[in-house]
């Protein structure tokens, strides 16, 4: 089946490609398995994953997007071609138009690498939008109204906040840290107070199992393997959820003060909206537990996880792919 229009949440951790009518029909993690001798990709999404330190030394398997912009373009281009590919196989005969989104603090380089690879890739026409305004379309925010609505957008690699009104941002900040940093964040607290070294997908289960954004009364706990590295030989340890909570501390800090930052820049009026409103969260990171409960703390603005949280930006490239005529004013064109 051939689609005319795709839209694709180009993440740092993984890669969502939205078709109107069709709904989120890709979810894979963005990495991409090379080798080494001659830089030929033998794998993308969840088959590359399974290959993370897993791998001879001839074959690497890693992310080519850093902070939620591209690292590595050649690599990020035939991702896209495997995704792109992957929804419209007849792309030979008649290209898509292709959607896809951009952290809001890109430069005008950055912006470009996204447009060269998308159209390489096998794309018609690229369409470039910023990360929070498509979260906020997602989110069922009415981004055209002449009112204030904050979002925070917690990727992989970047947390996006933004004050959106009229279609367009009025302040906005990208703060580089995200799921991939709390996940580093958790396996140097394992490897400095337990001596256990392990690897960033154990890190990521143990957060999404126990972690919370606030110190629990009533602790959880899990059972995690890894290299002891005293002995070098397997080891497995009980983690509770509070010393997960004080792993990630530093983080959740700077997530913080970026929404601080864009509070701090909004006009008054808006900012009196955005009180009357609250906060939205979105992005795989808006799932950590307890999290818009210590933004709320912090801030004293209400904030709430929005439905389906982690699809918000796929499902913003549907709507906005639905209703360009609308969304125009937001939508960069090549």
Do not use: W
Request: proline share 4%; hydrophobic share 45%; net charge positive.
């Amino acid at each position: 089946m051939f689609f005319k229009r795709i839209g694709i949440d180009l993440g740092t951790a993984n890669t969502l490609v939205f078709v109107p009518k069709k709904g989120i029909v890709v979810n894979e993690p963005s990495v991409v398995a090379v080798t080494m001798d001659n830089n030929r990709v033998i794998a993308v999404g969840n088959e590359a994953k399974e290959m993370i330190g897993r791998t001879p030394d001839i074959i690497t398997a890693y992310r080519p997007l850093k902070n939620g912009v591209i690292a590595d373009y050649r690599v990020t281009e035939a991702m896209l071609k495997y995704f792109i590919a992957k929804v419209s196989p007849k792309i030979r005969f008649s290209k898509p138009d292709v959607m896809v989104s951009i952290p809001a603090g890109v430069t005008s380089t950055e912006r470009r690498a996204v447009v060269e690879a998308t159209i390489k890739a096998g794309a018609k026409n690229a369409y470039i939008v910023k990360e929070p305004i498509l979260a906020a379309i997602g989110a069922g925010i009415p981004i055209n109204s002449a009112s204030g609505n904050m979002i925070i957008d917690i990727g992989g690699g970047t947390s996006e906040v933004a004050v959106i009104s009229l279609g367009g941002i009025v302040s906005a900040h990208s703060a580089r840290v995200g799921g991939d940093r709390i996940d580093a964040a958790i396996a140097q607290y394992i490897k400095k107070k337990h001596g256990l070294a392990i690897g960033e997908r154990t890190a990521e289960e143990v957060k999404i199992e126990i972690g919370s954004a606030l110190p629990q009364v009533k602790e959880e706990y899990v059972e995690v393997r890894g290299r002891d590295l005293m002995g070098g030989l397997p080891k497995t340890i009980r983690i509770s959820t509070n010393e997960i909570t004080e792993a990630i501390q530093d983080e959740l800090r700077e997530i913080i003060n970026a929404a601080k930052k864009v509070m701090q820049e909004t006009p008054p009026e808006l900012a009196a909206d955005i009180m009357d409103k609250g906060i939205v969260l979105s992005g795989g990171g808006a799932l950590l537990r307890n999290l818009d409960r210590l933004i709320t703390k912090v801030t004293g603005v209400p904030c709430y996880v929005a439905d389906d949280a982690l699809l918000c930006v796929a499902k913003g490239t549907g709507a906005a792919l639905d209703n360009l005529d609308i969304y125009k004013r937001t939508i960069s064109i090549k």
